[in-house]
C-alpha cells in the first residue's frame, strides 16, 4: 500500500472539510468576504427549518406540559455553552445566549415574555435592565456588570408531551426556553450570599425563533463540513435536562416546592415523572 498517497488524500479531505466550514470560503476574493453568502447562493440553498405539521386538537388523546433544567456543567450540553469568546471563534460561531440575545436586539425574535406563560411581553429595555447594572464606585466612576455568556449557568425549557393518534406514536414540542444566570446586582458583590442561585432572564417563544436559531450553527467535531443548528439539536433533544415541574393541580408548583431539604429525592421525583411519560405511549397501545 502507498503509504504516502494515503496520508496525502486524508490531508486533503481533512482541509477540504475545514475549508466547507466556513461560508463562502472558497470563493472569496477578499478576507471580508469570508463567511458572507450573495443573495443568488442564499436563495439557491433555500435553508430553512423544517416546519411543524399541523396538529389537530382532535387527534391529541393525551397531553402534558413539563419544565425541565438543562445543566451547562454537564457534558453532553456543552455545545450550548461554547463559544464563549466570539472573537477567537469568528463571527459565523455564537453560544445559544449570544444568539438568542442578538436575534432580539436585530430584531429577529419578537416574541420575548417574562414568564414562561407568556403573558408579559418584554423588549430590550427591559432585558437590559435585567442583564446590565451600572454602579458608581463612589469616586465618580461608573462600572459596568453585565450578564455574558460565561456566566449563563443553564437554560430551562417548557415543552408539552403529547400522544397523536393518527401517527399513533408520542411526541415532543417545544414551546419555550429561558436562559438561567445569576442575578446581575448581586455580580462583584462579595457580602450578598445568593451568587448559586440562577433567575430566568428572559423567556423565549420557540417557535419564533426557530428562524435565528437554525441559521445559527453548532460546532460538529465529527465533521466540521456539516455542521448542526441550534435548532435542530434542540428538536431531536440533543441534551441531557432535569424534569424540575409538570403542569398539576397546585397552580404547577415545583418538584422543590413538595419534596424539600432532600436533592436525592427530588431527582428521583423527577425521574418518576419522566419513566410516566414513557409508560404513557404503551399504555395508550395496551389499551
Known amino acids: 500500500m502507498n503509504w504516502k498517497r494515503f496520508y496525502l488524500v486524508a490531508l486533503t479531505l481533512v482541509a477540504t472539510s475545514y475549508a466547507s466550514a466556513q461560508a463562502n470560503l472558497l470563493n472569496a476574493k477578499k478576507v471580508s468576504q469570508i463567511g458572507f453568502k450573495s443573495e443568488a447562493q442564499i436563495a439557491s440553498e433555500d435553508d430553512k427549518p423544517l416546519p411543524y405539521g399541523h396538529i389537530s386538537d382532535r387527534d391529541v388523546l393525551w397531553s402534558k406540559v413539563v419544565w425541565e433544567y438543562i445543566d451547562l456543567n454537564q457534558k453532553i450540553n456543552l455545545p450550548y455553552y461554547y463559544p464563549i469568546d466570539t472573537v477567537s471563534a469568528g463571527n459565523n460561531r455564537k453560544s445559544l445566549y449570544d444568539t438568542l440575545l442578538k436575534g432580539i436586539k436585530d430584531g429577529e425574535i419578537t416574541e420575548v415574555y417574562d414568564d414562561s406563560y407568556f403573558t408579559t411581553k418584554i423588549g430590550t429595555q427591559e432585558i437590559s435592565e435585567k442583564t446590565i447594572d451600572k454602579r458608581d464606585d463612589g469616586y465618580g466612576n461608573i462600572d459596568e456588570y453585565e450578564i455574558k455568556s460565561e456566566l449563563v449557568k443553564g ?11 393518527r401517527q399513533g406514536e408520542l411526541k415532543y414540542r417545544l414551546l419555550g426556553i429561558a436562559p438561567m444566570a445569576p442575578d446581575v446586582q448581586v455580580i462583584g458583590r462579595d457580602e450578598i450570599d445568593d451568587k448559586d442561585n440562577v433567575y430566568a432572564l428572559f423567556w423565549v417563544f420557540y417557535p419564533d425563533a ?78
Open 155 to 165: 437554560y430551562t425549557i417548557k415543552g408539552i408531551w403529547y400522544f397523536d393518534k
Open 210 to 287: 426557530r428562524e435565528t436559531l437554525h441559521k445559527s450553527k453548532v460546532f460538529n467535531p465529527l465533521n466540521s463540513a456539516r455542521p448542526i443548528s441550534y435548532d435542530n439539536l434542540l428538536n431531536a433533544r440533543r441534551f441531557t435536562s432535569t424534569i424540575e415541574k409538570e403542569e398539576n393541580l397546585y397552580g404547577d408548583r415545583t418538584i422543590k416546592d413538595y419534596v424539600r431539604g432532600n436533592s436525592l429525592f427530588q431527582l428521583l421525583e423527577a425521574n418518576r415523572i419522566k419513566e410516566g411519560i414513557r409508560d404513557r405511549e404503551m399504555d395508550m397501545w395496551n389499551y
